[in-house]
């Protein structure tokens, strides 16, 4: 099982202030094909997880360019340039390399100083 | 666009079993796999398993098998997890969610869970 430890646990942020939450992977997420098998979520305060990033880097439908996520291997990063209100939730990271053993990382709570 | 409502919330004594539906609006419903997620209180997010498009196969995240069946019954848009034994561990809310794609080089996909369900909760108590 591919083990996802995420940091910090808890980010209080100022609004308009920049976030970044690290994820490392016990294992590399970067398959053959030259792709990092790494998706981002969000859940916000009451409502289900929503896919903000897949691929490590690539926004979903909809997701404002104030999010970017990087990385490749072992190491990734999600960065909220700046922060708004209504970005305050649990951020999880889960990796779809092994494709029949999915898991998450343990996630990061951002709330607002 | 793809909606999946899931049944309400269920309470259950320890040893019995429960089952949660997913039911879909949308014709992609249909060629969809769906995953099943689950997060106990303040807790974060599980993977238990995803069910193929026709029901037929399968896939149990290793914590979950021999305790979960994941089946859908196509000519209701329906997707079912089963799980029995239940203990107090697993109160949680338990999340569908569905399989959506992105095509990369050469005709192959990238998978990932773009729709979800908004949670059934289930409660394990004596």
């Known amino acids: 099982e591919i083990v996802l430890t995420q940091s910090p646990l808890s980010l209080p942020v100022t609004p308009g202030e920049p976030a970044s939450i690290s994820c490392r992977s016990s294992?590399?997420?970067?398959?053959?094909?030259?792709?990092?098998?790494l998706d981002w979520y969000v859940q916000k305060p009451g409502q289900s997880p929503q896919l903000l990033i897949y691929?490590?880097?690539i926004r979903a439908s909809g997701v404002p360019d104030r999010f970017r996520g990087s990385g490749s291997g072992t190491d990734f990063t999600l960065k909220i340039n700046r922060v708004e209100a209504e970005d305050v939730g649990v951020y999880y990271c889960?990796?779809?390399?092994?494709?029949?053993?999915?898991?998450f990382g343990g996630g990061t709570k951002v709330e607002i100083k | 666009q793809v909606q999946l409502v899931q049944s309400g919330a269920e309470v259950k004594k320890p040893g019995a079993s429960v089952k949660v539906s997913c039911k879909a609006s949308?014709?992609?419903?249909?060629?969809?796999?769906i995953h099943w997620v689950r997060q106990a209180p303040g807790q974060g997010l599980e993977w238990m398993g995803v069910?193929?498009?026709?029901?037929?196969?399968?896939t149990y995240a290793q914590n979950f098998q021999g305790r979960v069946t994941m089946t859908r019954d196509m000519s209701k848009n329906t997707v079912y997890m089963d799980l029995s034994g239940l203990r107090s561990d697993d109160t949680a809310v338990y999340y569908c969610?569905?399989?959506?794609?992105?095509?990369?080089?050469?005709?192959?996909?990238?998978?990932?869970?773009?729709?979800w369900g908004l949670g059934t909760t289930v409660t394990v108590s004596s």
């Open positions: 969610a569905r399989r959506g794609r992105t095509e990369l080089a050469d005709r192959k996909y990238y998978y990932y869970m773009d729709v």
């Open positions: 949308g014709n992609s419903f249909t060629i969809s796999y």
């Open positions: 069910v193929n498009p026709s029901g037929a196969s399968a």
């Open positions: 294992q590399s997420l970067l398959h053959s094909n030259g792709y990092n098998y």
């Open positions: 691929l490590g880097s």
């Open positions: 889960m990796q779809t390399l092994q494709t029949l053993a999915l898991t």
